[in-house]
């Protein structure tokens, strides 16, 4: 069946670093592919998508580029926020009805 | 805001009580899901409800009753909990087909405490 398989945090960062957290996926087909956003206390948000092979999905200075070759969705940002401080998750489909199967999630965690 | 509404956001409830959660959605979708989020442990899809009929549920403890009476509204109906059963429950939906935008909008989630 589908699986994902994303990097264990945390991941501890200087503000303005450079962000990058891995995720590996198999799916049959090539399905859309999602990262979510949780901040504290909150339920999960839609980051960003890609709908197909080789889209790049980008919002908020994040992207991640749907590489079928790899079968990865590795998510990026240039310059993290403290503000950016949340867990991340990958979540490729899971079957059909929309499911998602969600990776653990990475702890994002950015200091001054 | 996702367009997804919880409520209430916390509850303590004892182990006899009989307590619902409430989700209502604003998107017009026509799947709803209910997830178990537990420290440390990946998220857990309980039910799954698309145009307002059960197509899954997974292996949930009947002390947890979903329920779907329109296509807008869910509630996860709780009695007899157990300790172990203290969590985030997340509430979701979306639409199956039709747009070509599949991803899932969670709400905020109700943090349930076991006493």
């Known amino acids: 069946g589908n699986s994902v398989t994303q990097m264990e945090g945390p991941v501890t960062l200087s503000e303005e670093a450079f962000l990058t957290i891995n995720c590996t996926y198999t799916?049959?087909?090539?399905?859309?592919l999602f990262w979510y956003v949780q901040y504290p206390g909150e339920g999960l948000q839609l980051l960003l998508k890609?709908?197909?092979?080789?889209d790049k999905g980008s919002n908020k200075g994040f992207e991640a580029t749907y590489r079928k070759e790899t079968t990865s969705f590795h998510l990026e940002k240039g310059s993290v926020q403290v503000s950016d401080s949340a867990v991340y998750f990958c979540?490729?489909?899971?079957?059909?009805?929309?499911?998602?199967?969600f990776g653990a999630g990475t702890r994002l965690a950015v200091h001054p | 805001e996702t367009g997804v509404t919880q409520t209430p956001r916390h509850l303590v409830m004892g182990m006899t009580n009989k307590k619902s959660l409430k989700c209502e959605q604003h998107?017009?979708?026509?799947?709803m899901y209910w997830y178990k989020q537990s420290a440390k442990k990946p998220l857990e899809l309980m039910f799954v409800?698309?145009?307002?009929?059960r197509v899954e549920n997974n292996s949930v403890p009947s002390r947890f009753s979903p329920e779907c009476p329109n296509s807008s509204h869910l509630f996860l109906h709780l009695h007899t909990l157990q300790p172990e059963d203290s969590a985030l429950y997340l509430c979701?939906?979306?639409?199956?087909w039709g747009t070509g935008s599949y991803e899932q909008y969670f709400g905020p989630g109700t943090r349930l405490t076991v006493t």
């Open positions: 979701a939906s979306s639409q199956e």
């Open positions: 799916a049959t087909g090539y399905p859309s």
């Open positions: 890609a709908t197909k092979a080789d």
């Open positions: 979540a490729p489909p899971c079957g059909g009805y929309n499911k998602l199967i």
């Open positions: 998107l017009g979708h026509n799947a």
């Open positions: 409800y698309s145009l307002e009929e």
